[in-house]
Structure formats: structure tokens, C-alpha cells
């Protein structure tokens, strides 16, 4: 069992950053592939971004490459989204994501097994 906390979302404006947080337990996190996803109001969750155990492999949608970072900290098994230049697009409730894997897990929310709550990211324009 892996229970996940995200932190970070808020109002901004577009052209701002916000740092996204999921804090994990309950398995060592050395154990899992983690990803990042969001879901705006009427649309599918998306994959954002994700990374494996290591953090040496990466994966973004398109739509946020050169904009968000993952990273990971597996001494505070916590993992981060950086989002940059925001937009109003990237307006959706974030939610991390595990699966306890030690690859890269890319092709949806089908292939997690564990989520956080969610949090509100709104980017007014």
C-alpha cells in the first residue's frame, strides 16, 4: 500500500509557476514509478509528466514539455512538478500517481495503482 499527499496548487496567473509536492508512504519509495497527472472539468485525466525510481528517466505529455519539470527526492520520498510559464490551459485538479514499479510508466492512468487527493491548479489569463 502506498498512500500519497499532494501539496502546492493554488490560483495564478498565467506567465506564473507553482511547485506541485507528493509526499508518499507506506513502501520504500525506491520501489516506485511515479507520475504526475490532471483532470480539467468535462475532460479525461491526462498524463502530465512521470519518472522512474531513479529520476534518470523522464517522461512528458507534449503539451507541458519545456514548461513543467518532475523530479523526485527518495531521502523525503517525496516527488515534484515544476510548472512554469503557466497557462489557462493547465487550469485541472493534479494528482500524483504510484505504481509500484521500478520503470517508466507513460500510457495512462490505467497503469497506476495508488493516487493522492488531488489539487486545485487554476491559471486565470
Known amino acids: 500500500q502506498v498512500h500519497l499527499v499532494e501539496s502546492g496548487g493554488g490560483l495564478v496567473q498565467a506567465g506564473d509557476s507553482l511547485r506541485l509536492s507528493c509526499v508518499a508512504s507506506?513502501?520504500?519509495?525506491?520501489?516506485?514509478?511515479m507520475g504526475w497527472f490532471r483532470q480539467a472539468p468535462g475532460k479525461e485525466r491526462e498524463i502530465v509528466a512521470a519518472?522512474?525510481?531513479?529520476?534518470?528517466?523522464?517522461y512528458y505529455a507534449d503539451s507541458v514539455k519545456g514548461r513543467f519539470t518532475i523530479s523526485r527526492d527518495n531521502a523525503k520520498n517525496t516527488v515534484y512538478l515544476q510548472m512554469n510559464s503557466l497557462k489557462s490551459e493547465d487550469t485541472a485538479v493534479y494528482y500524483c500517481?504510484?505504481?509500484?514499479?521500478?520503470?517508466?510508466?507513460?500510457?495512462?492512468?490505467?497503469?497506476?495503482?495508488?493516487w493522492g487527493q488531488g489539487t486545485q491548479v487554476t491559471v486565470s489569463s
Open positions: 500517481a504510484a505504481k509500484v514499479d521500478y520503470g517508466l510508466r507513460t500510457r495512462g492512468p490505467h497503469e497506476y495503482d495508488y
Open positions: 507506506g513502501r520504500p519509495f525506491r520501489s516506485v514509478a
Open positions: 519518472i522512474n525510481w531513479s529520476g534518470v528517466d523522464r
